[in-house]
């Protein structure tokens, strides 16, 4: 369909914005920035700006000179994104005869008059048929290609902000758009590799982007915002649409580099990257080696106790645990995100043991990720004992846990166990040491030979 000639011109009227930047949040939205030459009058000017997305946020818009020399006052601003579109101009002429250019095969061109009975434009997207009534008979589909005449300007392209500016004097400046716009994500994702049975693995993390905003960013200056920014909430619920580490190599440029802002931590790409509408788009942010990350055992029996029963064997969880530590070849902030664990076997080939996701992290801070459970380790936990004397206000349990590994190495197994009545608390006897980790539990440690069983046993006392 050919576009009315005073359209293109409207079109072609709007100064259109160069070097996009983009700072993309975890909530699903971003800041968007754009450069908008204007060549100022002085008094009253106008100023259109069709390059917002179809999702910005229209009171977060801010309009300023960059150079900050420019002395102008909004005057007013408004957004539009009702864009010309078929259906939409149909509705216009509803009740009105049109041309249609009917093409036929192996006959030529020929217009069709039709009035339009039934446009088929539903506000919000729904689609119902077209009527147009040709030669006094009715039918549910167009004769041909719909040839309008001119609307005039009021109509729009694309989604559009538009200013009315007083200003002092006249000149051109380079102006600065920048608005919220929800329609974009990106988060963190982290492959470890380590060779079978090894605690030294190999770190790989990405950074994916989404964007679902309905605007492509040609050569965008990208940065991704890590933590979490606190969003004043709706008043009414609103629709939401569908939608560099020092074990790196020797020589490799940092793709994206990491710094501390404000209360947040900052991801810049080295790079300027296009990331058009509809489009995933992924980029490496870390890759280090050597890192170690000890396989952790851990078996917490009351859990599965009061889940499945008393003498049935338990399941005996496995964390990968290390530092985010420059001596880790790490030391970096982490965004939060989605951590997978591979294994190499004999053969180098990589076999996938286990996911989780862990929160924003700091450098320095040890990350743990459960992986999965031990298929060659097992735990039961049993009470063995109770007693309770409500006149002294004071009561004792007595508990075994038995562990066995059927794995060809050693283990070692942390028994988690928890003080649940509540007040003062004492171990009375127990089989071996415990460390006290909080106000309510404690932790064995118990190395085991392969094939070897072994039980925990003690007794909790408690007065209140």
């Not at 933590?227 to 490799?252: I, L, T, W």
């Amino acid at each position: 369909m050919k576009l009315p000639t005073l359209l293109l011109l409207a079109a072609a009227s709007v100064s259109f914005a160069a070097d996009p930047a983009l700072t993309i949040y975890n909530g699903g939205y971003a800041v968007v920035r754009e450069t908008l030459p204007i060549d100022l009058k002085s008094g009253v000017n106008q100023v259109s700006f069709a390059g917002a997305t179809a999702q910005v946020e229209a009171d977060s818009v801010i309009l300023r000179d960059i150079a900050g020399k420019a002395e102008f006052q909004i005057l007013e601003q408004s957004y539009r994104n009702d864009p010309v579109t078929q259906a939409m101009l149909l509705s216009l002429f509803e009740g009105k005869t049109l041309e249609f250019n009917r093409r036929e095969v192996n006959k030529p061109d020929r217009v069709v008059m039709g009035k339009v009975v039934r446009s088929g434009f539903v506000p919000g997207g729904n689609f119902v048929e077209p009527i147009i009534e040709v030669d006094g008979k009715l039918q549910f589909s167009l004769p041909g290609e719909p040839i309008f005449p001119s609307l005039g300007n009021d109509n729009v392209l694309k989604p559009t902000l538009n200013w009315k500016l007083n200003s002092a004097s006249s000149g051109k400046i380079a102006a600065e758009v920048a608005y919220l716009s929800r329609g974009f994500t990106w988060e963190a994702s982290y492959n470890l590799v380590a060779t079978e049975k090894s605690d030294i693995v190999d770190v790989v993390g990405w950074v994916t982007m989404n964007n679902q905003s309905g605007m492509t960013f040609n050569e965008a200056k990208i940065k991704l915002m890590a933590g979490d920014v606190n969003r004043a909430q709706p008043e009414y619920p609103e629709a939401v649409p569908m939608m560099m580490a020092d074990g790196m190599a020797r020589g490799a440029a940092k793709v994206v580099t990491e710094k501390s802002f404000d209360e947040f931590h900052l991801y810049t790409l080295g790079n300027p990257a296009t990331l058009r509408d509809k489009e995933i788009k992924q980029v490496e942010f870390v890759r280090a080696t050597g890192v170690k990350a000890e396989r952790v055992y851990v078996f917490e029996g009351a859990q599965q106790y009061n889940r499945r029963g008393v003498s049935a064997p338990g399941k005996v969880q496995v964390y990968r645990e290390f530092k985010n530590s420059e001596a880790n070849k790490l030391g970096i902030a982490l965004p939060k995100g989605k951590v997978r664990f591979y294994s190499q076997d004999a053969d180098r080939q990589l076999e996938f043991v286990g996911e989780n996701r862990i929160d924003h992290t700091p450098k320095d801070e040890v990350i743990r990720v459960l992986t999965g459970n031990s298929f060659d380790l097992v735990g039961e936990r049993r009470m063995t004992n109770s007693s309770e004397d409500g006149a002294n206000r004071v009561a004792t349990q007595t508990f075994e846990i038995k562990l066995r590994n059927h794995k060809k190495e050693p283990v070692e197994i942390r028994v988690l166990e928890h003080a649940t009545r509540g007040g003062n608390w004492t171990l009375t006897a127990q089989s071996q040491p415990h460390e006290k980790k909080d106000a309510t539990t404690l932790e064995f440690r118990v190395p085991l030979k392969p094939d070897e069983e072994k039980t925990v046993t003690y007794t909790i006392r408690y007065t209140w």
